[in-house]
Every structure is written in C-alpha cells, then in structure tokens.
C-alpha cells in the first residue's frame, strides 16, 4: 500500500492568511494526487485533482503543486468558509488511500 | 453531474453482513470511464477507501477488508451496492459512495453519507 502522511494534523489561522498543507507519499506517484475539502456532518469535497488541477467551481485561491512523492495544497487568502478538514488522496495504485487529514481552525 | 445517494440499513449485528445500496441519477451506470465507490469514516475519524468497481467491471479492494468486501452493479437498477460481511464494532462508521470520472480526474460526485451502526 502507498502510505501518505499529511501535515500539520491541526493548523491555526486567521482570515486573510496564506496557508500550506503537505502530503507525502511513501512512494513517487505519477501525478495522481487529489486534495478535498470536508465540513462536519458533509461529505468531501473535490479540490484538486491530478496535482494542481483545479475543480470546476472551486475557487481560485486554493492551488495544488508538487511531485514524486511530496505534495502542497496552499489557500492563498484564507476565507470564513475555508475553515474545514483537507484531505489529500493517491489515485496512483489499485488500491487508493488518503493522508490522515488536516483541520484547519480559527486562530 | 451525477447525483448519488446511499441507501440501506442503519444497524446491524455483529458478525452479519452490512450492505448498502448507491443509487446513480443524472446519468447511467453504463456511462464508460466512470469508476464507482465506496468510502468509509469512523465517528471523528479520517477516510477510509473501501473498493470500487471499475468501468470495465473488474473490482480493487482495500487490502485491509479484502476479504469481506463485494462491490457489484445492478444496471437494471442504476445502482452500485456494498457487502461487507462478518461486521463488527469497528466497521460503525458513515458510509459515503462515490464517483471517479476516470482519466485522473479525482473523486468529483459524493453521496450525503449513511451512518451504518454494528451494534447487538
């Protein structure tokens, strides 16, 4: 199985601000790399698909980039709805997996 | 964009088999390049990929329910379903299916989720 790890776990930040969520994959992915956004009580939400593709509707704040096996979501402008757990996932394997999950909260 | 929705029961006992049922709307089953499948998450707890069926019909398990899990179509229905069998307290979670569009496209088209709860 491809392992991936996500940091931080919880991350504290204050509207306005630049925010940047890693995700490491125990192994090289061919750019099949996802990030998705849940709010309590919803179900996940595509982000960003194939490293830095951007979901249609999504804002354009959110960016994705990296390769290999390390990986960054960064918000540019954090905004009230921001305020969610991401998730980053491999689609590189037969067998998928997502990072553990980030939380991001108000400062 | 397709619209999913789960369906089945909200408890069971231990040592049965949980199945759920994902209806597809706005779109058939049949459609090519679609990927159909199912996600789970503990209460308070991280995502957990449980299989798919796949365009063409083969299937890829989580290595860690392998043994316990059948995903399959029903296209005179619309439908996907799950069997997770031999359940115990652990396997309470929501269940979410969902849809990859193929092509590297990610997981775009969630159903709202159903609480499954193994309990006696």
């Known amino acids: 199985d491809i392992q991936m790890t996500q940091s931080p776990s919880t991350l504290s930040a204050s509207v306005g601000d630049r925010v940047t969520i890693t995700c490491r994959a125990s192994?090289?992915?061919?750019?099949?790399l996802a990030w998705y956004q849940q709010k309590p009580g919803k179900a996940p939400k595509l982000l960003i698909y194939?490293?830095?593709s951007l979901e249609s509707g999504v804002p354009s704040r959110f960016s994705g980039s990296g390769s290999g096996t390390e990986f960054t979501l960064t918000i540019s402008s954090l905004q009230p709805d921001d305020f969610a757990t991401y998730y980053c996932q491999q689609y590189q394997s037969y067998s998928w997996t997502f990072g553990q999950g980030t939380r991001v909260e108000i400062k | 964009q397709m619209q999913l929705q789960e369906s089945g029961p909200g408890l069971v006992k231990p040592s049965q088999t949980l199945s759920l049922a994902c209806t597809v709307s706005?779109?058939?089953?049949?459609?090519?390049?679609?990927?159909w499948s199912w996600v789970r998450q503990p209460a308070g707890k991280g995502l957990e990929w449980i299989g798919r069926i796949n365009s063409d019909g083969s299937t890829n398990y989580n290595p860690s329910l392998q043994s316990r899990v059948i995903i399959s179509v029903d296209t005179s229905k619309n439908h996907f379903s799950l069997e997770l069998s031999s359940v115990t307290a652990a396997d309470t979670a929501v269940y979410y299916c969902?849809?990859?569009?193929?092509?590297?496209?990610?997981?775009?088209?969630w159903g709202q989720g159903t609480l499954v709860t193994v309990s006696s």
């Open positions: 194939k490293v830095s």
């Open positions: 192994q090289s992915l061919n750019n099949w």
């Open positions: 969902a849809t990859y569009r193929g092509g590297g496209s990610g997981v775009g088209s």
């Open positions: 706005g779109g058939s089953i049949n459609s090519g390049g679609y990927h």
